[in-house]
């Protein structure tokens, strides 16, 4: 049920991303859970936590709407984690990462090289890695302890695609997910050696590349205000998903 939960939460938000779903377009649970060829109860649990990531806005009593969001605020918000987040493992790396918190990261290497060894297809990779990814990321910027950069990063997760766990990627070509979900992991390697011999600098700026992944998934850079965000055409909407 997890699992399905998961893949259930990136296609919604693929669809959102891919203009298969549009700006204001009220999600009903039935017509979406027959789309996905899934029951109500995973796509009744992922529309709050798609609106949590400001994907969704909720609609009273009617459910949730999609919302409308600018290209431009969402790679600047993405740049921003990156910044925040480099600051809180510089803050760590300078102060030592404590043997606890270093088996904690090793494991979620572990975990990671794990789901790319299997080269899953596409869309069940990309499930899995997105909690691993989030788990990956909460465990640096807990160990910071910095109570500001923590608040700032909530501030900044709220905003579409942003978020660790929110990956998405704009088409479902199988060897794409796993080329850039490989070299996105790479990097965490990098940056778990870089807490361990202490390199400050190194590690804030690895984390501050490691963004970077993000942004080459949802193509964000090429697409344009307002038009990228409309739904295209009835006849060339994606039909028939189905989560096998």
């Known amino acids: 049920m997890a699992k399905q939960h998961a893949w259930v939460v990136t296609q919604i938000r693929e669809l959102i991303l891919n203009g298969a779903l549009g700006s204001g377009e009220r ?30 806005a909720e609609a009273g009593a009617r459910g949730f709407v999609v919302r409308g969001f600018s290209s431009d605020d969402i790679l600047d918000a993405i740049d921003l984690r990156g910044a925040l987040e480099g600051m809180a493992a510089r803050r760590l790396a300078e102060r030592g990462p404590s043997p606890g918190l270093l088996g904690s990261l090793r494991q979620a290497l572990a975990t990671g090289d794990a789901i790319l060894e299997r080269h899953a297809h596409g869309e069940e990779e990309e499930a899995e890695f997105a909690g691993l990814n989030g788990a990956f990321h909460d465990l640096i910027v807990a160990a910071a302890d910095s109570l500001v950069i923590q608040e ?14 929110a990956i998405a990627f704009e088409g479902h070509d199988p060897a794409r997910v796993h080329m850039v979900l490989s070299y996105a992991h790479q990097q965490h390697h990098a940056i778990v050696a870089a807490l361990e011999s202490r390199s400050g600098a190194r590690v804030e700026a690895l984390m501050r590349e490691h963004v970077q992944p993000v942004k080459d998934a949802t193509n964000l850079k090429r697409r344009i205000d307002g038009a990228d965000l409309a739904p295209p055409p009835r006849s060339e909407r994606k039909a028939g998903l189905r989560h096998g």
């Open 152 to 165: 700032a990063i909530q501030r900044v997760n709220a905003r579409p695609f942003v978020d660790p766990r």
């Open 27 to 56: 999600l009903a649970e039935a017509a979406l859970a027959e789309r996905l060829g899934v029951s109500r109860t995973p796509v009744r649990q992922a529309l709050p936590l798609l609106a949590q990531e400001g994907l969704l």
